[in-house]
């Protein structure tokens, strides 16, 4: 069974390496290479924690794709967390390790979580780092351990195929440093220890990991004759743009697969909302992209957003009705509501999540994964790509925003009922595509389509809490149902009803004055649009 630990730590580099053609000295000597700790504040006493071998192989494709997205794999022997370890970038010096138990092969909990990204490529030893380790504990006055620093003497070999006899170094050796808060420690102790080895000479890693280190010191040598890198030039064209936030919305579905399968919150959501904006650019600018290479991929994102709903759905779902619920005095709650609604909760969200997961893990969706890669390594761009933005962009924009008026006028004149809310429902997507339409030009048109985004979401959040009214008192309506047929009161599940019955009411009220601000012939001038 994997265990997730977060990680707060910092690296620093020597200011001069320790004597020796090895790369290090004895660990006892190295120690004496750190100042006087004691200096920090908080820090009531420093004591030696030992020394440990430490022997770690590192798994990636041949291309490198999990270094890319700043990921670790590695299987280490020695320690006291010895096994595999998987490590996912949080913010700066902080990382997520997934670990699992020491085995001969990938455990299947940490392949999953590197599958959108490996897919069908096979992952392979690249790096393996032997490391002696030498610690000391910074201790408080309470005895309690606030940081681990690190003297690691590091012999570094690249396993990696192509980078054969005569292409480069295929080892390294270095000492480096490395600082890591105990659980539940305040990163402000970290500030503190930096101002201490900054005065005594030492300095921040330049390499983010030693994983990076390693590769960078032992890449095949350049011959000294090759052009030098031309730098990349920033988005220019109105195609330029509109891969760039393409580009995006993949990375960001990539990535929020792995969040999902470690059940993190609102990841679900977010994998939904990329997906949604991928596909709604396609349709958006199909002046940019040829809609004939696009339109399957699109029809496969709906696809993946439909299933990623049902967990979504079900979760939105549950937060509003047991905030209803909460918000009534317990004279109102007759029966054992709270009991019914954790029973439907539960039984709801094991079948959704396994749902999902079962989706993730199809070869359907690894097949839409590599259509997008595909797709967007070699776009299948228009005339209109080689437009300038402030010209094409506007009028893409432009066109959704007058597909969501007729949607929202049409809407308002029929009377309340079914039939008005699939209109509104309609409304709302349509206004979820007009936003998504502007946000992907805010990098070329700046504040006019940040305005005009806000305008959208406006509208959409006033459809939204409509229709999320719809699906409760669906959902209400079964429970009364369960609640009745079990012989309990159906009074409360009634209550609700009537409740969410008053709210939608409001937002159809409401909609007409927040259509009119959006409706703002100013705003759609300033987007520079007909």
Do not use: N
Not at 405 to 426: I, K, M, S, Y
Request: charged share 30%; glycine share 8%.
């Amino acid at each position: 069974m994997a265990d997730t630990k977060r990680e707060i730590e910092r690296k620093y580099e020597l200011p001069v390496r320790p004597a020796g053609g090895d790369g290090g000295s004895p660990p006892g000597a190295g120690r004496a290479l750190l100042p006087d700790l004691t200096k920090v504040r908080a820090v009531s006493a420093v004591t030696a924690g030992g020394v440990t071998e430490l022997d770690a192989v590192y798994h990636d494709t041949s291309d490198l794709r999990l270094t890319a997205d700043s990921l670790t794999l590695r299987r280490r022997t020695g320690g006291a967390d010895e096994g595999w370890h998987l490590k996912f970038p949080v913010g700066d010096g902080v990382r997520d390790e997934i670990q699992a138990p020491l085995s001969d092969t990938l455990p299947d909990e940490l392949a999953a979580l590197v599958r959108s990204r490996v897919r069908g490529t096979r992952l392979t030893p690249v790096v393996r780092l032997r490391t002696s380790r030498a610690t000391t504990l910074l201790v408080d006055k309470a005895g309690r351990t606030l940081a681990e620093v690190a003297l690691d003497t590091v012999h570094a070999e690249r396993l990696l195929a192509g980078s054969g006899s005569g292409a480069g170094a295929r080892t390294a050796d270095w000492t480096e440093i490395e600082v890591e808060l105990a659980d539940d420690g305040d990163p402000a102790l970290l500030d503190a220890v930096e101002k201490v080895l900054r005065k005594a000479g030492v300095r921040p890693a330049s390499a983010a990991s030693k994983l990076a280190r390693a590769l960078a010191e032992t890449a095949p040598a350049t011959t000294s004759h090759k052009a030098a890198k031309t730098p990349e030039r920033g988005p220019v064209t109105a195609g330029d743009h509109v891969l760039a936030y393409l580009r995006g919305q993949a990375g960001a579905i990539v990535s929020y697969d792995a969040a999902v399968r470690r059940d993190l919150p609102d990841s679900v959501h977010q994998l939904r909302v990329a997906t949604r904006r991928m596909r709604s650019a396609f349709r958006t600018y199909k002046k940019v992209l040829d809609r004939d290479a696009s339109r399957p991929i699109g029809a496969e994102l709906q696809w993946l957003a439909g299933e990623l709903g049902i967990d979504r759905d079900h979760e939105v779902l549950a937060e509003r009705l047991t905030e209803r619920v909460g918000a009534h005095d317990t004279t109102l709650l007759l029966g054992p509501v709270h009991a019914r609604l954790r029973i439907w909760d539960a039984d709801g969200r094991t079948d959704a999540r396994a749902g999902t997961l079962a989706v993730l893990d199809s070869a359907r969706y690894l097949r839409l994964l590599d259509s997008m890669e595909a797709l967007l390594a070699d776009p299948p761009l228009l005339d209109g790509a080689g437009r300038k933005p402030a010209k094409a962009l506007p009028r893409a924009i432009v066109k959704d925003y007058e597909r969501l008026a007729g949607r929202v006028e049409h809407a308002l004149t029929l009377a309340p009922g079914e039939e008005r809310d699939l209109a509104l429902h309609d409304a709302r997507k349509a206004a979820k595509r007009a936003r998504y339409a502007a946000d992907a030009a805010v990098p070329a048109l700046g504040k006019p389509a940040k305005r005009f985004s806000k305008r959208m979401k406006a509208v959409q959040s006033v459809l939204g809490d409509h229709q999320d009214s719809v699906v409760a008192r669906d959902a209400l309506r079964d429970l009364a149902i369960k609640a009745h047929a079990a012989g309990e009161s159906a009074f409360t599940w009634g209550l609700l009803y009537g409740e969410e019955e008053a709210r939608a009411a409001d937002r159809e009220r409401e909609l007409p004055r927040v259509w009119r601000k959006s409706a703002d012939p100013k705003l759609r001038a300033a987007l520079g649009g007909p």
